[in-house]
Every structure is written in C-alpha cells, then in structure tokens.
C-alpha cells in the first residue's frame, strides 16, 4: 500500500496548515487526498502497457503547471490505448482502475456515468472531518476519463501547487510542531507527494475548455436537476492562463478549432453546431443572464485561493478577447464543407 495512505491524520493536522494558507481545512484535506489519488495513479499506469491515463484539465494546470491558485474537486484524463486493443480490454481497465483505488482507502460511491466520450467515477476519501464541515465542496473526488487521445505531444511534470508545498512545509516538515505527522521513510513520501506525470499540453487543455465552455453553457438548463453550475470553472481558467496561451496564440487557435468541431454533436437538444454561433451564444448567455456571475462568485470564493481574484467581469472580457482571436482565424482558415456539415 501506498504510503501516503498509511498516514494518520487528525483535523488539528489540517488546521495547522489551513492557518497559515488562510483556506478551510477542509479543502486542505481534500487537496490531500485528490495528491494521494493522482499518486496512486501514477503507479497504476506503471502497470498498463496497453492503456496509458495523461492528466489533462483544470487540475493539471493547477498541480502540472501551477499556473492556476486554486483548488479541484475533480481529476481528468485522456487516454492513450495502444493500437489492436479491444474494448473489452478498455472496459477492464476501468474495473482495475475502481479495484486499485479501493484497495488503497478510495470508496466508490454511486451517481457515476459512462457515455461514448468517456466515464466518470465518483471515490469517497476517508476524511477526518465530520460531514457538516464540507459546506461548500463535494464531499468525493471526482474522476472523469476520455476517450479521445490528446491532440499534443503530452509534457512530464512534477505535481505540485502552493497549497501542496504548504501542507509539506507546517503540515509534514515543521521539526518544531509537536502535532506534525510522524513520517517513517520520509523520501518514499516525498517521492510519491509530488510525482512526476505525464500531461496534456496546456494549449491542448485551453482549447478543451473554450470548447466546453462553449458546449455546456449553450445547452444548460438551470431548472435540469443535473444542472453542474461549476462549468463555470472553465471560464475562471481560461482567463488565468490566456498569457500563456497567446505566445502560442496560432497554434492554439488551431487546435480549438478542431476540438469545437468535434464537440459539435455535445449539448444534446440544446447544443449548437455551427462553432461561432457556439461561441457567440455562449457569450451573450454569460453576458445576459447575471445567475453566471452568481456562480462565479461562489466558486472563486469557495476554491480559489489567489491572493488577486479574478473578478467575474474580467474574466468575461479576457474571454472574449479569445473568442475575438478564434473568430479572426476562422475567416482566415474558414472551415471545409466536411467540417461545416
């Protein structure tokens, strides 16, 4: 088992750091466990020859890049699988991927799906905290896989963020805290709080998320009980990571352009086809209805902890700023018949 997993913790473990971070413990200690998890994984793509998980989306930028300040209450994938491999052979991978899980401390908890772009799985962690304390967050860690392989070459980062390095510093390492954890092989730990992992490129998970942005805020339904109003996440990263898309802002472009076609068909009823009108509708929705700024508000408040939070209003602008560069591109790239169809 893992050693991250063996650990003993008690809420004064997560409090301490929480005082010095100025974030809830509770988001301290789920923070922990989404680092366990990604650990975890790692080891078990060591074990995969056939199927390989690259670490895309908002949590990779935070962790991968450290180019977001703010917390994920979920975990993404693409998936590599190597030629000649059957689906059988995908669908028990995802039965090992729930049985490794759980036999290192993650409960497999309902409410799951499984599509043709991909699935999710839900995993309990066994918190410390009672479950009154979770006001504000989700009380499992969400896993979604995708289908689709990435676009891009996939880069090897170290995991890391500021709250991980945090958590190491007054939670693990402080010799002068009579409360830190007792920690037997300590490089073993180190070595498995901050692997390395393979990950989407940060222009391939930026043009993922202008799509999804674009997709899911057109089909939304507010009064739909599955309503997720944390799409809106989608908007707050975007904006955070446009300067270091816009050195590679023809590229990006590019690739954006490809991922809004191949999301044409998302959205179901309420999904739209044609990509600029996706994108323009998804602005005037975000402009026009302030419940998205409501929203925004609540995530920032809950999960961002930058010291500079983006308001609502600049995010929007930033966004439409790349919306703005999508467009010009599409006149001078205009799409094919095959891909207008």
């Known amino acids: 088992m893992s050693e991250l997993t063996q650990l003993q913790f008690e809420q004064q473990h997560f409090e301490t750091v929480a005082a010095f971070s100025g974030v809830a413990p509770e988001l301290i200690e789920k923070n922990f466990y989404v680092t366990v998890a990604l650990s975890l994984l790692k080891e078990f793509n060591a074990q995969e020859d ?3 998980l690259v670490f895309s989306g908002g949590t990779s930028l935070s962790k991968g ?21 059957s689906k059988k052979k995908r669908s028990e991978h995802r039965g090992q991927l729930i049985a490794y899980l759980n036999a290192n401390g993650f409960t497999l908890a309902p ?12 995993f309990d962690y066994p918190t410390v905290f009672p479950p009154t304390a979770h006001s504000g967050i989700r009380r499992h860690i969400k896993l979604e896989v995708g289908y689709r392989p990435p676009y891009l070459a996939s880069v090897t980062r ?11 510093k007054f939670g693990i390492m402080d010799k002068s805290r009579n409360n830190r954890i007792k920690i037997e092989n300590l490089d073993k730990f180190l070595a498995e709080y901050a692997p390395d992992f393979e990950c989407v490129d940060v222009v391939e998970t930026a043009s993922d ?13 507010r ?3 599955r309503f997720d109003p944390s799409i809106i996440r989608h908007l707050h990263d975007l904006a955070k990571i446009i300067d270091l898309i816009e050195p590679r802002k023809a590229e990006f472009c590019g690739l954006a352009k490809t991922i809004l076609v191949d999301d044409s068909s998302r959205g179901g009823n309420l999904g739209i086809a044609d990509p600029v009108q996706r994108l323009n509708t998804m602005l005037d929705n975000l402009n026009g209805n302030r419940a998205w700024a409501a929203d925004y508000q609540r995530f920032a408040d809950n999960l961002s902890y930058a010291n500079d939070k983006i308001s609502f209003e600049l ?3 930033r966004v439409c700023v790349i919306c703005d560069w999508l467009k010009e591109y599409f006149i001078e790239h205009p799409f094919t018949q095959s891909q207008e169809s």
């Open 50 to 52: 056939d199927i390989k």
């Open 65 to 85: 890049y450290m180019a977001l300040e703010r917390f994920s209450e979920d975990i993404d994938f693409k998936m590599i699988v190597a030629e000649g491999t």
């Open 111 to 122: 409410e799951g799906d499984r599509n043709s772009f991909g699935y999710t799985l839900n």
């Open 158 to 168: 170290k995991l890391s963020s500021e709250i991980d390095s945090a958590f190491l």
């Open 209 to 221: 998320k202008i799509s999804a942005l674009a997709w899911r805020i057109c089909s939304s339904d």
């Open 223 to 225: 009064d739909d009980p």
């Open 315 to 317: 995010a929007y602008e």
